[in-house]
């Protein structure tokens, strides 16, 4: 079953947050800042979603993730360190002429199909692999012991939610539907993205 909403949103290059995952944010723009303040106000929810555009007012993706503010620091000069957990995936229907700093649409919220399943144990082993090949080939430092603790969905979405993958890729895998389709995808662009030179912008997964 789904449900059309109406949605503040924070338009973020890279930013992508699965349900069930959390994303850390740091918020100092005053239009965002202003987001903020109405989503305490209110239920505590805004939706993520990636621009396909720089600029001030870019075309959006249709397809993002609604998240709760589940933790929330206000400092002195306005700004805020928040955290977000993923609700769910929405999809835009319309952006809506609202008076507000922040931009809103109105979104259609889907049904979280993926909760129960489970990857097939070659499934998991190959993404598995191809995470450390990954891992390795980029320098990455890596706790494998817990990841090999996660179960298959937070591994999955960890990973995608967290790769340094472009901003397409990374909107490819937010918009797949089903986590063995995924869990390919990131074995695909693993690959891909591996044999690029990794000297810039490394991350740590963990």
Aim: glycine share 6%.
């Amino acid at each position: 079953m789904t449900e059309t909403k109406r949605l503040s949103i924070f338009p973020l290059a890279g930013a992508l947050l699965f349900p069930g995952m959390h994303l850390p944010l740091h918020v100092f723009e005053e239009r965002y800042r202003a987001l903020i303040n109405d989503a305490m106000a209110r239920d505590r929810q805004i939706g993520m979603i990636q621009p396909k555009e720089a600029g001030s007012h870019p075309a959006l993706f249709d397809v993002g993730c609604l998240g709760k503010i589940i933790d929330i620091e206000a400092l002195d000069d306005g700004r805020f360190n928040v955290v977000l957990e993923g609700v769910a995936r929405f999809r835009v229907i319309e952006e809506i002429d609202a008076s507000t700093a922040f931009r809103q649409v109105r979104a259609e919220i889907e049904e979280d199909r993926e909760q129960d399943e489970v990857l097939a144990s070659a499934e998991r082993a190959a993404l598995e692999i191809e995470s450390r090949k990954f891992a390795e080939l980029q320098g990455y430092q890596v706790d494998w012991d817990s990841i090999g603790r996660l179960d298959d969905t937070a591994f999955v979405n960890g990973i995608a939610q967290i790769a340094p993958f472009d901003a397409a890729s990374k909107q490819a895998l937010l918009e797949v539907d089903g986590l063995a389709n995924r869990a390919e995808l990131i074995i695909q662009l693993l690959q891909f993205f591996g044999r690029q030179d990794g000297d810039d912008d490394r991350v740590t997964l963990q």
